[in-house]
Each structure stands twice: as structure tokens, then as C-alpha cells.
């Protein structure tokens, strides 16, 4: 039976649910966001993708945690560079792996400490396991951090793989620093379908050796695509809506929130 998914990512929240961020109010795109999602239909699995919070505070997972439990159904959180996740554990614990159905999800924390992601050695070999003996049929995987080059003429690139990297700005400066280890080794599955990842502020869809990276637009404010810097675009908070289909097939949907919608108050 296909199962259905809906990932959120670089939700920014503060502590002071009124904190403005970049001209958004965090809390009230997510709160926006979940009552849409409601009135079209909840998901088997919410998948919470990192830079969860901005002010990197208790509160902030406390009231993140709150809500998504009075959504109803099941939901995991993995940290992005933004995030504490030992201030996470607090609320809800992150876990390793989730399985639905034909599917288990790997969930990686690819924090580093420093704004770009790495997998640590304990993370690497973990993950190693899971490949050899997983507890489904198919798997996805799930990292906040990019680990494919989302920008012009590097899309589908591993950092690595870039003659002058020191000449790379924007979101493509700082993606997951592995030297293309998680995609490579990745590849070696057949029973990999996907991997999902955050950080990008922005919707793609990438194929590399045959394997297919969606990246996701934020909750909170979006980065302008294909150019090589920082640049805040004007498209409305969004969410990935994913159906996880028996014979291994995939189906994806970038959402954005209906800025008409009753539940998202005009700006004053």
C-alpha cells in the first residue's frame, strides 16, 4: 500500500513566536503551512528536514514539538546547521531510521558545527549498516545538508569536484563536505530510491548515476536559484509532498502555501 509523506524544512523558528526573520514570520508560515496540509490531507509521516530553529533555543523545539504532536500523526526531526541537537533530544529524540510500509527513511544529521554539513565517522558507519541489512524493501534517505551542487553550471557536482571552490558563493558554498562519499556510496544500492535534503531554501530535482536528489523549499523564507549568491526570492513558503509506492517508485510534488488562503493574514 502506498504511503505518503510530507517534508518540512528550514522552519527558523524563534522562541518569540512573533520574531519576525528576513521579512517572514516563521511561526506563522508553519502555522499556515499545517492547517493547508490539514484541509487537503494529513500524510502518513511528517519529515522534518533541519534549521528548525534560528534562535537555536528550548523553547523554540519545545513549541515546534507541541504543535507537530497535536497535528496527530507520526513525525521525525533531523538536525540542520542551525539546530542543537542535544537541546532537541529535550523534546523528541532523533532517531536513525523510520520505517513505513516497503520503506525505511535513514535519517542523517549532517551538523557539523559549522554552517557547511559532514557525516561523522560513527554516522558513516551506521549508515554502512543500514545499507547491508536493511528492515524494508526499499530505502530513502533523509540529510539536511545538500549533497549534490544546486546552483548554475555546478548542478549535479560534488564541492569536491570543483576546479576553484573558493570562487563559489551562496547556498552552493556551504553544502555537505564529504568529497562525494554519501552519493557514492550510496549508488552501490539498488534498494536506494531517493534522498531528500534542506539547506537549499529552493525546489530541485537532480538525477546523478542514477539516483535522484529532491531538495525542498523552506517554510520560511526562499533563496533566489541559479545564482551564485545569498539572495532572498519572492515564491511562497513550500513544503515536498512525497508517495512512497510499492514497487519502489517514487512520486513528488513541491506545495506552496496558498498566500490567498484565509489561514495566513495578510502582511500589514
Known amino acids: 500500500m502506498p504511503v505518503s509523506v510530507i517534508q518540512l524544512t528550514d522552519l527558523h523558528l524563534f522562541a518569540r513566536t512573533e520574531q519576525d526573520f528576513k521579512g517572514q514570520n516563521p511561526w506563522q508560515n508553519l502555522q499556515a503551512i499545517l492547517q493547508q496540509i490539514e484541509r487537503q ?28 504532536d497535536a497535528v496527530g500523526v507520526p513525525w521525525v526531526w533531523i538536525p540542520g ?15 536513525s531510521s523510520v520505517c513505513l510500509g516497503r520503506w525505511q527513511w535513514l535519517l542523517l544529521s549532517s551538523n557539523s558545527g559549522q554552517p ?4 561523522s565517522v560513527p554516522a558513516r558507519n551506521q549508515l554502512l549498516e543500514m545499507l547491508a541489512d536493511p528492515m524494508a524493501e526499499f530505502q530513502a534517505v533523509a540529510v539536511h545538508h545538500q ?11 560534488f564541492h569536491s ?16 563536505r564529504d568529497d562525494g562519499w ?23 530535482q537532480i538525477e546523478r ?19 551564485n549568491n545569498f539572495e532572498i526570492d519572492s515564491q511562497a513558503p513550500g513544503y515536498r509532498n512525497l508517495t512512497l509506492l510499492d514497487d519502489g517508485n517514487i512520486l513528488s510534488k513541491v506545495e506552496r502555501l496558498n498566500l490567498n488562503s484565509a489561514a495566513f493574514p495578510e502582511s500589514e
Open 116 to 119: 557547511h554539513g559532514e557525516l
Open 182 to 204: 554519501l552519493w557514492q556510496t550510496l549508488c552501490e544500492y539498488r534498494h536506494v530510491k531517493a534522498v531528500i535534503c534542506g539547506h537549499v531554501h529552493q525546489a530541485h
Open 41 to 68: 490531507g494529513l500524510p502518513d509521516l511528517f519529515l522534518l528536514t533541519g534549521d528548525l530553529s534560528q534562535d537555536e533555543t528550548s523553547e523554540s523545539y519545545r513549541i515546534l514539538s507541541e504543535r507537530m
Open 147 to 157: 549533497p549534490l551542487l544546486v546552483g548554475p553550471d555546478r548542478q549535479g557536482f
Open 81 to 95: 546547521n542551525h539546530d542543537q541537537p542535544e537541546l532537541m533530544a529535550q523534546y523528541r529524540s532523533v532517531e
Open 209 to 227: 548515476d542514477g539516483l535522484v536528489l529532491y531538495t525542498t523549499p523552506a517554510t520560511s523564507i526562499q533563496f533566489a536559484p541559479h545564482i
Open 161 to 176: 569536484e570543483l576546479a576553484e571552490p573558493g570562487q563559489v558563493a551562496g547556498i552552493d558554498s556551504i553544502p555537505l
